[in-house]
């Protein structure tokens, strides 16, 4: 097995710091590669589900982005409470 130095430092640190085999660095690149596949799956997947949801509802996007923002930024519940205010109509007819 061939090691590969990352670093050449004369304080050498312990050894599992500063050196890879060549079979590390192709374990990496393999596993990396799968994550990044099934996060382009999921994103594709919620761009399929959210094209879907919003040909059944005509939820206004104006509101939907709001509430996306309110959602991510973890905004104050007043604000959610608004913008459910300004949506429920819509589902609650």
Not at 16 to 35: A, F, G, H, I, R
Not at 51 to 74: C, G, N, V, Y
Request: aromatic share 10%.
């Amino acid at each position: 097995m061939t090691v590969v130095r990352i670093f050449n430092d004369s304080d050498e640190q312990s050894d599992e710091n500063t050196t890879w085999s060549m079979e590390d660095v192709k374990e990496y690149v393999k596993q990396y590669l799968v994550y990044d596949l099934q996060i382009k799956d999921l994103q594709d997947s919620r761009r399929e589900w959210s094209a879907d949801f919003l040909k059944k509802k005509s939820i206004p996007k104006k509101e939907l982005t709001q509430a996306l923002r309110a959602a991510r930024q973890e905004l104050d519940m007043d604000v959610v409470n608004e913008i459910f205010n300004n949506i429920s109509d819509m589902f609650f007819e």
